[in-house]
């Protein structure tokens, strides 16, 4: 019997997982769409990096150091569990306003709340996958919970340059 099916899964686990995959897509998919919400919401990307695409992930970077920061108070005040499915709730939700979003102001803001979510998950996946846990091996949970991070992003790259007129 091979190592790999001694493991025990259980919905927690599956939903780190998922959290990892989709945590990876919002990662990228706002570096794959860019120029198309560029231009369908028209603002400008000329300056490169010191305009309004820097700004989106400087915005985005800000928001998560902040959130990363604040996480272990989050964590013990609400529990790792509630905070996860909190971060998750809002990765999507800024998606979803997102992809919504009528102008430059309003998809900032979407970036913004999602990044929030994302730097709470980025910090508490990996102490939540060793207290699910505690009493086994945690560390190869640990690492077959981070391999779902490339997926995610093998898995958007693809999907979304597909979507936006790309050959696979």
């Known amino acids: 019997m091979s190592n790999l099916s001694k493991l025990k899964f259980a919905r927690y686990d599956y939903a780190a997982f998922s959290g990892y995959v989709a945590y990876a897509c919002c990662a990228m998919v706002f570096s794959i769409v860019l120029t198309s919400m560029a231009q ?6 000329e300056q490169g990096n010191q305009g309004a695409g820097g700004a989106l992930h400087l ?5 998560m150091l902040l959130m990363m920061l604040a996480s ?3 964590a013990r005040l609400f529990g790792l569990r509630r905070s996860l499915g909190t971060a998750l709730l809002f990765i999507g939700g800024g998606i979803v306003f997102a992809a919504g979003a009528t102008g430059y102001v309003s998809l900032f803001g979407a970036v913004l709340f999602s990044a929030l979510g ?3 998950f980025e910090v508490l ?3 939540a996958a060793r207290e699910l846990h505690r009493n086994e091996d945690a560390s ?3 690492n077959i919970t981070h391999a779902f991070w490339p997926l995610g992003i093998v898995g958007v790259v693809l999907i979304g340059g597909y979507c936006i007129g790309g050959e696979v």
Not at 40 to 45: G, M, T
């Open 59 to 63: 915005g985005r970077s800000i928001a």
């Open 125 to 127: 996946v990996t102490p």
């Open 140 to 142: 190869r949970y640990v």
């Open 72 to 74: 272990s108070v989050i």
């Open 40 to 45: 369908s919401l028209n603002f400008p990307l």
């Open 118 to 120: 994302q730097g709470l």
